[in-house]
């Protein structure tokens, strides 16, 4: 089998992502998801958490708005994948994420703390039905339940870093590292640091409006600055600008 990941992931008919939270997809992936949805591949998109400890940007929700937070997400989430084509979506713990004979399983956005410089983990609030503190092979089984349901060729998730390091992140990359060793489907992973030289690199052209449009529906998490030629550029909810590359680094 070829060791280029972009080969495995060109050749692949489904492939199977996972991500901790909503908004993950778009900012962590959304170029390439994108860009494989334009090119006619299915892809299967598994969200963790629904973001219920996300901050939220001031003035995003409206006045007299009484939906919680975690069901405002799942409508951005929808509206986000509509942009990206991403057309089956689903949470880990819920049919057919979820184990056979399992009670469906709610894992809770584990929040984020530093607990020192460079080593994040989960908010002093985050409790037993957070996704970092539930057993790790609950949350393996309920993705191989869904991998023999959708039969992906590929699975794409976090390295071991996990993007910035948010421990449910990292959490997410060892679950489906468990996951592609029991069902054997083949696991590319994505660059956390840009231009990481252990990833094979390629632009993606051609998909920054869609993403651009996907990225505006997470008015409760971020906001779009504008573009700087195909980069789109974001302000997150803390505070910290970003830019957001129509690039992809991956490796197996």
Known sequence: MTADPWDLLETAHTVLVVHAHPDDESLATGSLLATLSRAGTRVVLVTATRGEEGEVVPGSIPEGEDRPLDEIRAHEI?????????????????????APGAEPRRYRDSGMRWVRKGLAGPAETAGPA???????????????ALIEQARPDLLLGYDDAGSY???????????TVAAAERTGVPLVQFASEPDDTA????????????????????????????????????????????RIAMRSGLRR
Do not use: N
């Not at 906001?223 to 980069?231: E, N, S």
């Open 78 to 98: 929808d509206a986000a994948c509509a942009h990206l084509g991403i057309t089956e979506r689903h949470m880990l713990g819920e049919p057919p994420a979820l």
């Open 199 to 242: 990833f094979v690199w390629r632009d993606l052209p051609g998909v920054a409006d869609q993403v651009e449009s996907a990225l505006r529906c997470y008015r409760t998490q971020l906001t779009v600055l504008g573009r700087d030629g195909q980069d789109v550029l974001i302000r997150h909810v803390g505070g910290q600008d970003d």
């Open 165 to 175: 390091g948010h421990p449910d992140h990292v959490h997410a990359h060892h679950v």
């Open 130 to 144: 957070s996704f970092t503190h539930r057993p790790r092979k609950d949350a393996a089984d309920d993705l191989v």
